[in-house]
């Protein structure tokens, strides 16, 4: 079953770092552009990044433009998310997602979804 997967979530301070990894079961990521995306209780669901297949293109959202940083390995079939400067209101349930594009206006219309990993920005 083809499904994705991401890890590399916890429990950080304020100012802290995390880098949060997606990669797959059942498929290879390397034709498929890739989008990061969030969501608190009571909040709608934000796309924070993307990455088109190659690398090439990238969006992030205003909210962590500056903060994170999007990027692939296509040989090790894994799109990471770096995340620095967190803050409290970075705090939710992170999520990988293919994605049929990514350009200026963010991710496209999504296909496979990652369970989630959650991010907790706390002192």
């Known amino acids: 079953q083809a499904q994705l997967m991401e890890s590399g979530g916890g429990l950080v301070q304020p100012g802290g770092s995390l880098t949060l990894s997606c990669t797959t079961s059942g498929f290879t990521l390397d034709h498929y552009a890739v989008g990061w995306f969030r969501q608190d209780p009571g909040k709608e669901r934000e796309g924070l990044s993307c990455i088109w297949i190659h690398d090439s293109d990238t969006f992030y959202a205003e909210s962590v433009k500056g903060r994170f940083t999007i990027s692939r390995d296509n040989a090790k079939n894994t799109v990471y998310l770096q995340m620095n400067n967190l803050k409290s209101e970075d705090t939710a349930v992170y999520y990988c997602?293919?994605?049929?594009?990514?350009?200026?206006?963010?991710?496209?219309?999504?296909?496979?979804w990652g369970q989630g990993t959650q991010v907790t920005v706390s002192s």
């Open positions: 997602a293919t994605v049929d594009y990514c350009g200026g206006n963010g991710p496209g219309s999504t296909h496979y």
